[in-house]
């Protein structure tokens, strides 16, 4: 993985958007980062960079996500109480009962995620959702939860220089627990990226070679998908068929999962990119499903009709698998 540019706080005050609100946001993360750099000074990373690189990573990937200034400052400020002599008292005094009480809720998942560890690669799945709930139950606020799931992040974008013990300890604690938090709170980006992270320091031949299948880029994956939703979105305006769609390019983890559960190899896994399509009716899904066979051709033996047979949890859907306009396979749900 290469190394990335130092980040410097204007990286994030340039996603601030523009609003009556917009310099007090500006003037409260500017002080929150220079309180963090005076909290931070001297502190390394592992990797040999400033520690005030992992605060701000923190808070520019809250803004890209679009939380609100005050999430934003309190990401920036995630660990000084904790790293430094700053204290909640004062924090709060500063910036306000706000900021101060994300940044206490950070504190007290980082003692949870500390005890946690003690039990490294022993937690079952009842533990695993214990704790899970643990984090969700002691944020009073689900924006502390929020920076967790940020700081978790970044801390798994930059492993490289942990050993390679404490490196599957840490992927193998963020499949059990931060991965699936992302996915129960719906930030699917950094659940999927999370699951990937993970899966290359536990398993790195496996994600090796998956990745060396998989022969487009992820962009370039995204943007083929993309097109196909597009145009299917057109046919459906056409029939005056309500509907919402949305492309998804499956990545490296759940393509390893669906080989390991099927146990089928690489080329029969159909769905590595996949259209999903939301309708008001059960008449429009089975008329959805003849328009997208319309459009592709139909692999046999890939039609599952989860709405006739709903799942154990009463998921119901119709799954195809096609041959897209461009030779590639691609799933319709």
């Not at 993985?1 to 996603?15: G, H, N, V, W």
């Not at 998942?109 to 003690?118: A, G, N, R, T, V």
Request: aromatic share 6%.
């Amino acid at each position: 993985m290469s190394k990335q540019p130092l980040l410097d706080i204007s990286d994030i005050l340039e996603r601030i958007r523009p609003g009556e609100r917009a310099d007090d946001a500006r003037t409260l993360i500017k002080h929150a980062y220079t309180v963090a750099e005076q909290a931070h000074a001297g502190q390394i990373r592992k990797s040999g960079e400033p520690y005030i690189q992992h605060p701000l990573a923190v808070a520019l990937l809250l803004a890209d996500m679009g939380m609100d200034p005050v999430t934003i400052a309190a990401g920036l400020l995630h660990d000084v109480v904790e790293d430094s002599d700053v204290d909640l008292k004062w924090l709060a005094q500063e910036f306000g009962p706000y900021v101060a009480s994300l940044v206490d809720g950070v504190t007290k998942l980082e003692q949870i995620d500390k005890f946690s560890h003690k039990s490294e690669g022993l937690r079952n799945e009842q533990e695993s959702e214990s704790l899970r709930k643990m984090f969700i139950a002691m944020a009073e606020d689900i924006r502390v939860v929020i920076i967790k799931l940020a700081d978790r992040m970044h801390n798994m974008r930059t492993l490289a220089p942990l050993s390679e013990e404490r490196r599957k300890a840490f992927a193998r604690e963020t499949l059990e627990i931060f991965a699936p938090l992302a996915n129960r709170l719906g930030v699917w980006q950094w659940k999927w990226e999370l699951e990937d992270l993970s899966l290359h320091h536990l398993d790195p031949a496996t994600y090796a070679e998956i990745a060396a299948l998989i022969t487009e880029r992820r962009l370039e994956r995204e943007a083929s998908t993309q097109r196909h939703a597009e145009i299917l979105m057109q046919e459906l305006t056409k029939e005056n068929i309500e509907a919402e769609n949305s492309g998804r390019p499956k990545h490296i983890y759940s393509i390893q999962r669906k080989m390991r559960r099927k146990g089928v190899p690489f080329s029969q896994v159909y769905d590595i990119r996949g259209v999903r399509v939301t309708t008001h009716t059960i008449p429009d899904c089975y008329r959805i499903l003849g328009i997208v066979h319309g459009l592709w051709k139909p692999i046999p033996g890939e039609f599952d009709d989860y709405i006739a047979t709903p799942k154990d949890n009463m998921y119901q859907s119709l799954h195809t698998a096609v041959v897209g306009d461009d030779g590639k396979t691609l799933e319709g749900q």
